[in-house]
T-cell receptor, first 109, second 114 residues
Framework: GQQLNQSPQSMFIQEGEDVSMNCTSS?????WLWYKQDPGEGPVLLIA?????ELTSNGRLTAQFGITRKDSFLNISASIPSDVGIYFC?????????FGAGTRLTVKP | EAQVTQNPRYLITVTGKKLTVTCSQN?????MSWYRQDPGLGLRQIYY???????DKGDVPEGYKVSRKEKRNFPLILESPSPNQTSLYFC?????????????FGQGTRLTVV
């Protein structure tokens, strides 16, 4: 089935740096979501986007729903050690939720 | 506290031995779903349920069964597990607003089939 293309696969950054990751699809979605997964835990919702072109912030996180409805990006500003984890994008259309393969973020103090 | 609870957290079993992974949510959500997570593939939906007695196949349903006899519980059944079902499994329930898109996940069940 259709999976989302999420990049990069992994990132190693210094504390305080900004981070950007994105997700693309060949199909359109009505909703884009970004989740974070800590080791040994289930994914936790960070941001949900419901309208093409929408730009939404949640603290240091900012995400956008691409105007074509086929892509989304997530930015994290001024990273801190607790930002470490795997970030997943997800696209939703008609009860079908598709996830990207994840971006593994490592933050060096 | 609002939560999705899965049991067991870890399970090692042998090929062909039927098993059930339980999932329970206390948020009165109608929509529940099961996913498997494999390296490099992200999460893939196995089955979902819109409400009691209403279930439907997701992306990778082969080898799995589910039931939804009551709103809070959504067990995942592997009638004859095989090694390719070794994976990390997540149950999720979604709030009814916004088209059931915002999922709350359980802590996961790591299954190994030998």
């Amino acid at each position: 089935g259709q999976q989302l293309n999420q990049s990069p696969q992994s990132m190693f950054i210094q504390e305080g740096e900004d981070v950007s990751m994105n997700c693309t699809s060949s199909s359109i979605f009505n909703t884009w979501l970004w989740y974070k997964q800590d080791p040994g835990e289930g994914p936790v919702l960070l941001i949900a986007l419901y309208k093409a072109g929408e730009l939404t912030s949640n603290g240091r996180l900012t995400a956008q729903f691409g105007i074509t409805r086929k892509d989304s990006f997530l930015n994290i500003s001024a990273s801190i050690p607790s930002d470490v984890g795997i970030y997943f994008c997800a696209g939703h259309l008609n009860n079908d939720m598709r996830f990207g393969a994840g971006t593994r973020l490592t933050v060096k103090p | 506290e609002a939560q999705v609870t899965q049991n067991p957290r870890y399970l090692i079993t042998v090929t062909g031995k039927k098993l059930t992974v339980t999932c329970s949510q206390n948020m009165n959500h109608e929509y529940m779903s099961w996913y498997r997570q494999d390296p490099g593939l992200g999460l893939r939906q196995i089955y979902y349920s819109m409400n009691v007695e209403v279930t439907d196949k997701g992306d990778v349903p082969e080898g799995y069964k589910v039931s939804r006899k009551e709103k809070r519980n959504f067990p995942l059944i592997l009638e004859s597990p095989s090694p390719n079902q070794t994976s990390l499994y997540f149950c999720a329930s979604s709030s009814p607003g916004r088209g059931n898109t915002e999922a709350f996940f359980g802590q996961g069940t790591r299954l190994t089939v030998v």
